[in-house]
């Protein structure tokens, strides 16, 4: 049940993105409608995030897992019945709030089912690939759906699964029967900051490609989000229950592994961009057959996160996510010195290295910051786990994407509108070009995205632990807590 859960919100993000043309056609929401549309959950469940793994572990996580459920079914109904743009923005910005009660819960229950390091570190190599195959499946589930049953099937395809998973959260999902108790009264503040400065952030990464990075507008939402950010660790050391406690970032483990995953997620999630483009714009595959032919990168993460579970527990967590990120930046290399005319050939071998490198690499690395998180602010690690995921991403897709709108721009080509591509809707107006100035940029943005990842790998080989080691003390409890059903 939590990977059909998780499943359900790596689906959610990409779904909705290959029926942006079917929606032009059937509502009329122009340039900034469709923005809104495509980013709206992406923006919602990175502003979420964090203030919902604190109330998973104040309120009880399975609640969280079931109000997340219930909450994004709802808003699917909602946006199958909605018969205008802003009906169909404020669904998805509704779906996103409830996967951000669903995200951390289902990685923080994992701590409570498996209290043994060795299963858990199975459960998170699971969680990691179920994460991304729900992701890599929405645009050939999108595809197909959109083709034969019109837009409205991209929000009524998570019904039946939101059904089937709600009815098995009883038996299957376990909570304790006696809650753990909660870090003190609510930091409201910390709340707040958090909200504001992601919100600010991520609106202005999304926004920067489309409005350029020099609008007023942006500015000042990365003011925003610094300012928010400049608060939060000065009010945190003043709250008797930090929000974050500033002991977390003290440990070596944990920041490193966060910003190897925020690295690496920069990557990943740019170049699944650019190489959505490649086969789109270049070889003219339609949006289902470009979501069949990234199926081999799913393969590669899976033999990859396989692989992660023989090599990690031998040779630590250091050196696996250290080779996996080295891979990662290996596969860029089929990207980056691809010929102008050279196929779908350079797509495979990027999807194979730097796929299997990835699902390699993400389950120690997750691992390390759930295991330097104390058991009873789980939901938390695991929030911020997914947060750095999120907000890496959409930095990635953003910043890659206007490397490659830059290379047009420099070559005089027409402005044009950009395929909607997953992960991420429409983040730049990339121009109409020949297949040389289009490789060209491509050879920039896929250098760029190997440097992320060689600092991925550079961060871990300097920071991270070379086996992980029991973990945080207070993960264990002297008297662990009874559950209902076991898994």
Same mark, same amino acid.
């Given at each position: 049940?939590? %990977?059909?859960?998780?499943?359900?919100?790596?689906?959610?993000?990409?779904?909705?993105?290959?029926?942006?043309?079917?929606?032009?056609?059937?509502?009329?929401?122009?340039?900034?409608?469709?923005?809104?549309?495509?980013?709206?959950?992406?923006?919602?469940?990175? %502003? %979420?995030?964090?203030?919902?793994?604190?109330?998973?572990?104040?309120?009880?996580?399975?609640?969280?897992?079931?109000?997340?459920?219930?909450?994004?079914?709802?808003?699917?109904?909602?946006?199958?019945?909605?018969?205008?743009?802003?009906?169909?923005?404020?669904?998805?910005?509704?779906?996103?709030?409830?996967?951000?009660?669903?995200?951390?819960?289902?990685?923080?229950?994992?701590?409570?089912?498996?209290?043994?390091?060795?299963?858990?570190?199975?459960?998170?190599?699971?969680?990691?690939?179920?994460?991304?195959?729900?992701?890599?499946?929405?645009?050939?589930?999108?595809?197909?759906?959109?083709?034969?049953?019109?837009?409205?099937?991209?929000?009524?395809?998570?019904?039946?699964?939101?059904?089937?998973?709600?009815?098995?959260?009883?038996?299957?999902?376990?909570?304790?029967?006696?809650?753990?108790?909660?870090?003190?009264?609510?930091?409201?503040?910390?709340?707040?900051?958090?909200?504001?400065?992601?919100?600010?952030?991520?609106?202005?990464?999304?926004?920067?490609?489309?409005?350029?990075?020099?609008?007023?507008?942006?500015?000042?939402?990365?003011?925003?989000?610094?300012?928010?950010?400049?608060?939060?660790?000065?009010?945190?050391?003043?709250?008797?229950?930090?929000?974050?406690?500033?002991?977390?970032?003290?440990?070596?483990?944990?920041?490193?592994?966060?910003?190897?995953?925020?690295?690496?997620?920069?990557?990943?999630?740019?170049?699944?961009?650019?190489?959505?483009?490649?086969?789109?714009?270049?070889?003219?595959?339609?949006?289902?057959?470009?979501?069949?032919?990234?199926?081999?990168?799913?393969?590669?993460?899976?033999?990859?996160?396989?692989?992660?579970?023989?090599?990690?527990?031998?040779?630590?967590?250091?050196?696996?996510?250290?080779?996996?990120?080295?891979?990662?930046?290996?596969?860029?290399?089929?990207?980056?010195?691809?010929?102008?005319?050279?196929?779908?050939?350079?797509?495979?071998?990027?999807?194979?290295?730097?796929?299997?490198?990835?699902?390699?690499?993400?389950?120690?690395?997750?691992?390390?910051?759930?295991?330097?998180?104390?058991?009873?602010?789980?939901?938390?690690?695991?929030?911020?786990?997914?947060?750095?995921?999120?907000?890496?991403?959409?930095?990635?897709?953003?910043?890659?994407?206007?490397?490659?709108?830059?290379?047009?721009?420099?070559?005089?080509?027409?402005?044009?509108?950009?395929?909607?591509?997953?992960?991420?809707?429409? %983040?730049?107006?990339?121009?109409?070009?020949?297949?040389?100035?289009?490789?060209?940029?491509?050879?920039?943005?896929?250098?760029?995205?190997?440097?992320?990842?060689?600092?991925?790998?550079?961060?871990?080989?300097?920071?991270?632990?070379?086996?992980?080691?029991?973990?945080?003390?207070?993960?264990?409890?002297?008297?662990?807590?009874?559950?209902?059903?076991?898994?």
């Amino acid at each position: 049940m939590l %990977c059909t859960g998780l499943f359900l919100i790596g689906l959610d993000v990409t779904v909705m993105n290959v029926a942006l043309p079917s929606l032009q056609s059937a509502l009329d929401p122009g340039p900034q409608g469709l923005l809104w549309i495509a980013d709206a959950y992406t923006l919602a469940l990175a %502003c %979420c995030l964090l203030v919902a793994g604190v109330w998973s572990d104040t309120h009880g996580r399975r609640r969280a897992f079931t109000l997340g459920l219930a909450l994004c079914g709802a808003a699917s109904v909602a946006g199958g019945l909605a018969t205008g743009t802003g009906q169909v923005v404020a669904a998805r910005l509704a779906m996103g709030c409830g996967a951000a009660l669903l995200m951390p819960s289902t990685l923080s229950l994992i701590t409570v089912v498996f209290p043994d390091p060795a299963g858990r570190r199975k459960a998170v190599a699971v969680w990691a690939l179920v994460a991304g195959l729900g992701a890599l499946a929405g645009p050939v589930i999108g595809g197909l759906l959109v083709e034969h049953y019109g837009w409205r099937a991209g929000f009524w395809i998570n019904v039946p699964v939101v059904v089937v998973t709600l009815a098995g959260t009883g038996w299957w999902v376990p909570e304790s029967r006696h809650p753990r108790p909660g870090p003190g009264p609510p930091d409201r503040v910390g709340m707040g900051a958090v909200t504001c400065g992601m919100g600010a952030l991520v609106w202005s990464i999304i926004q920067g490609p489309v409005r350029g990075w020099i609008d007023p507008a942006i500015g000042a939402g990365f003011i925003l989000a610094v300012l928010a950010f400049a608060l939060l660790p000065w009010w945190e050391k003043r709250h008797p229950a930090p929000l974050l406690p500033p002991r977390l970032f003290a440990d070596r483990r944990f920041t490193a592994a966060v910003a190897a995953l925020a690295w690496m997620f920069f990557a990943l999630f740019g170049s699944l961009f650019l190489l959505t483009l490649y086969l789109q714009t270049q070889l003219h595959y339609a949006p289902a057959q470009t979501g069949l032919r990234l199926l081999p990168l799913a393969a590669a993460l899976g033999a990859g996160a396989g692989a992660s579970l023989l090599i990690a527990p031998r040779w630590g967590d250091r050196l696996t996510v250290t080779t996996g990120m080295l891979l990662v930046a290996s596969g860029f290399g089929f990207l980056a010195l691809a010929p102008p005319v050279s196929g779908y050939g350079p797509a495979v071998g990027y999807q194979l290295v730097a796929g299997f490198g990835a699902g390699l690499a993400a389950p120690p690395a997750t691992e390390a910051v759930l295991g330097a998180v104390p058991g009873e602010q789980a939901g938390t690690g695991a929030a911020v786990n997914d947060l750095v995921r999120e907000v890496g991403g959409a930095l990635g897709i953003a910043v890659l994407g206007s490397l490659l709108a830059a290379h047009h721009a420099q070559a005089g080509a027409p402005r044009g509108p950009l395929p909607h591509s997953p992960p991420a809707g429409p %983040c730049a107006a990339l121009p109409a070009a020949p297949s040389v100035t289009f490789m060209n940029g491509l050879h920039t943005a896929s250098w760029a995205a190997a440097a992320a990842a060689l600092s991925a790998a550079l961060i871990a080989a300097v920071g991270l632990p070379r086996h992980a080691g029991p973990a945080h003390p207070a993960a264990q409890p002297a008297h662990a807590p009874q559950l209902e059903s076991e898994l």
